[in-house]
């Protein structure tokens, strides 16, 4: 299933999960365009997207390059994506090839861990974006503010990382300069 959502603010959710197919990610990319220019048009800036991958598969090599277009296009109008990863090496390395040849990775990050990524995305949130933000990991239906409807939902339903080794909670990235160590692990 593939879902995009805005509730609150500038924050637009999206949610991938399972395998999509190409049906799923065309339908997924009029659903989220939509929500995006939505919010544009209402807030006059971009939006922030938080993006929670943790249920999904390995993309298929057409899926991906859907994706690689949807998101070029989608650049001027994101400010910040944060994405939340399930620590799948493979998965992570597909998903930094999409940020690179969107041409828009210095704007978009993929976590694996929840509270780096919170902390990133903060930095743009307002206290009641951070809240939904919250929730929206969480898979709690509500905005933060009591509401539970979200204003605009839709839903698809689908059938070069540093010289470094990342270390555990640490997904390959150009740089790992937004991965710093799980408080457990020990520098190399």
């Known amino acids: 299933m593939l879902t995009a959502a805005w509730s609150v603010g500038r924050l637009i959710e999206l949610r991938f999960s399972g395998t999509p197919t190409m049906e799923d990610v065309a339908q997924f990319e009029r659903d989220s365009n939509a929500c995006v220019a939505s919010c544009v048009a209402r807030a006059k800036r971009p939006v922030i997207v938080c993006t929670d991958i943790r ?26 994506n944060g994405m939340l990863g399930n620590g799948s090496a493979l998965m992570a390395l597909q998903i930094v090839r999409l ?12 976590f694996v861990e929840l509270e780096p990524l919170l902390d990133w995305l903060a930095a743009s949130l307002t206290v009641e974006e951070q809240v939904r933000v919250r929730d929206f990991l969480a898979g709690r239906e509500t905005n933060g503010t009591g509401r539970e ?21 640490q997904v390959p990235h150009p740089g790992n300069r937004f991965f710093p160590p799980a408080p457990d692990s020990k520098p190399k």
């Open 55 to 80: 249920a999904t598969q390995l993309f298929r090599p057409e899926v991906t390059e859907q994706l690689i277009r949807t998101m070029r296009g989608n650049n001027r109008m994101v400010e910040r």
């Open 99 to 110: 940020m690179k040849e969107a041409a828009g990775d210095h704007r978009r990050r993929i």
């Open 149 to 169: 409807t979200p204003t605009m939902v839709t839903e698809t339903p689908t059938m070069g990382s540093d010289k470094r080794t990342p270390r555990r909670g």
